[in-house]
T-cell receptor, first 115, second 113 residues
């Protein structure tokens, strides 16, 4: 079946502009995660959605970052007033998240470049 | 929240040798510990995982061990091959009703032919 998809694959924006990144999880996956990966660095947790529960926003680096998810479908990550340090690959992952099945399936990422 | 530390950050081995990567976690309620492999320019993919009720798990050349008392777990790769060269991430999931997943900083493994 279809895996996790993300769009756009690449985004170049000017400093100060807002950007919106999209993630389409695998159908039926209740959990959805956003991570930031700077060049050559690790996976920095940003936010986590689980079903209809309140999201865990503890990883969002500033109030310029926000994310939404409608039910168990698409999620969007919005970065307002982008800064050069926001340049990174933004990875989305989804998981079935039921007992015995916690594997995260990652999307291809969105490479964000802020000039 | 959970904090996962991973060592070493880089590891270089000769083809055929073994490689060991170690991780520690902070939340004693964590109950699921996966390892992901990320090849250059690609997305991370699960290679092996272990649950808290198991001390060791093996899949061909890859094995993972878990010490719940010490809150650490390790990845062991035997008979390394050049195609094992990648970045490896460990992770820990929260307790029974918590699917929050936190990753270590990664280990860049280079296998020299």
């Amino acid at each position: 079946g279809a895996g996790v998809s993300q769009s756009p694959s690449n985004k170049v924006t000017e400093k100060g502009k807002d950007v919106e990144l999209r993630c389409d999880p695998i159908s039926g996956h209740t959990a959805l995660y956003w991570y930031r990966q700077r060049l050559g660095q690790g996976l920095e947790f940003l936010i986590y959605f689980q079903g209809n529960s309140a999201p865990d926003k503890s990883g969002l680096p500033s109030d310029r970052f926000s994310a939404e998810r409608t039910g168990e479908s698409v999620s969007t990550l919005t970065i307002q007033r982008t800064q050069q340090e926001d340049s990174a690959v933004y990875l989305c992952a989804s998981s079935l998240a039921v007992r015995g099945s916690y594997e995260q399936y990652f999307g291809p990422g969105t490479r964000l470049t802020v000039t | 929240g959970e904090n996962v530390e991973q060592h070493p950050s880089t590891l270089s081995v000769q083809e055929g040798d073994s490689a060991v990567i170690k991780c520690t976690y902070s939340d004693s309620a964590s109950n699921y510990f996966p390892w992901y492999k990320q090849e250059l320019g690609k997305r991370p993919q699960l290679i092996i995982d272990i649950r808290s009720n198991v001390g060791e798990k093996k899949d061909q050349r890859i094995a993972v061990t878990l010490n719940k008392t010490a809150k650490h777990f390790s990845l062991h790769i035997t008979e390394t091959q050049p195609e094992d060269s990648a970045v490896y991430f460990c992770a820990a999931k929260g307790g029974s009703n918590n699917n929050d997943m936190r990753f270590g900083a990664g280990t860049r493994l280079t296998v020299k032919p």
